[in-house]
């Protein structure tokens, strides 16, 4: 165990330093996020991919049939006459598949689910890059690993980001709520009552948003949703737009993502923004953070805070960080076997 942490940490470092790359924006390093990103699977299907490079590849095909906002509450199950994603097979410590929840190749997540009967608890991990094209879920990976180690199922997902076709306002919030109202298509012993979402950056604003969805307009973008989380843990979160747009907080990046300032799509600032009541909170930041400024998570009212005052914007990402370990801590996820 103590060689496999060391090869862990050593691998998190390195993906680390990738991704500050792209953020200084080193064209290089963009040029393989997006190249990366545009390897997922471009139809409503769903291959077994082995997490051992000495695993042979085994593809199967099936088709899946969304169900409509209205069908069904958070706990609620999918009709058994319905077809849903088949039984995942045991690879390695867990169960694991990539699984597409849209038509674009970028409409897709990876599932992993601990060996066992279940139910399991869900945590869905969103990941960040300022809503930009260029980043995707292989920046949660590691996250998404440890916690399925600690007993849970976990759906790190992918989304069409600015500069994607169909990305932007009002597009990477819809493929965000659809995401999480596919759960229910996955034949797996899930608990879709005691779901957690987990979100870093950028993420984190869509994690916080994925959390008030109940509390849109009927007709809004991401409104009446299947799935609610009862927690949501703000890692590193952009919280206010106006705010942040205010203060060029990411180049512009606010702006991009609604298509205007506040007063120009003031409808898509209302729609976009988090609304905090209701569900469970936990911030947690660095105050080290050179990124997205701490002050953005002291604006969530009555949030748990896991603070740090030497962490980082990516320090947060760390599994062996004491950020991530005071996280898992606070949520109560067990230790890893």
Not at 107 to 113: C, E, F, H, I, S
Not at 209 to 236: F, Y
Request: aromatic share 6%; with cysteine.
């Amino acid at each position: 165990m103590t060689h496999r942490l060391a090869m862990r940490r050593s691998y998190f470092r390195r993906h680390r330093s990738k991704e500050l790359a792209i953020c200084l924006g080193v064209a290089s390093m963009c040029v393989t996020a997006v190249t990366c990103s545009s390897n997922a699977q471009d139809s409503l299907t769903s291959s077994i991919v082995p997490t051992t490079t000495t695993t042979t590849t085994t593809t199967t095909t099936t088709t899946t049939t969304m169900v409509p906002d209205s069908d069904a509450g958070a706990s609620t199950s999918v009709a058994s006459s319905e077809r849903k994603e088949p039984d995942l097979n045991a690879v390695g410590e867990a169960r694991f598949r990539r699984i597409s929840y849209g038509n674009d190749p970028l409409q897709a997540g990876d599932l992993r689910v601990p060996l066992g009967d279940g139910p399991f608890r869900v945590v869905v991990l969103i990941h960040g890059g300022f809503w930009r094209s260029g980043f995707d879920s292989s920046l949660m990976t590691l996250l998404a690993e440890d916690a399925t180690a600690r007993g849970v199922a976990t759906w790190n997902i992918d989304y069409r980001s600015v500069g994607d076709p169909g990305g932007g306002y009002p597009g990477t919030l819809e493929d965000v709520a659809q995401a999480i109202d596919h759960l229910p298509h996955v034949d797996e012993p899930l608990a879709l009552d005691d779901v957690i979402v987990i979100g870093h950056s950028a993420g984190g604003h869509l994690a916080l948003w994925a959390g008030s969805r109940g509390q849109l307009s009927p007709g809004d973008p991401g409104a009446s949703p299947i799935i609610e989380p009862h927690t949501v843990v703000a890692q590193a979160a952009v919280v206010d737009l106006r705010l942040a747009a205010e203060v060029n907080l990411g180049s512009s990046a606010v702006e991009a993502l609604l298509g205007g300032e506040p007063d120009e799509v003031s409808e898509h600032y209302r729609v976009a923004q988090p609304v905090f009541g209701g569900h469970r909170i936990i911030a947690v930041h660095g105050r080290y953070d050179q990124t997205v400024p701490i002050s953005q998570s002291a604006l969530i009212p009555g949030a748990v805070g896991i603070f740090s005052d030497t962490g980082t914007h990516f320090d947060v990402l760390d599994p062996g960080h004491d950020l991530w370990l005071r996280t898992v801590a606070e949520l109560g996820l067990s230790n890893p076997n």
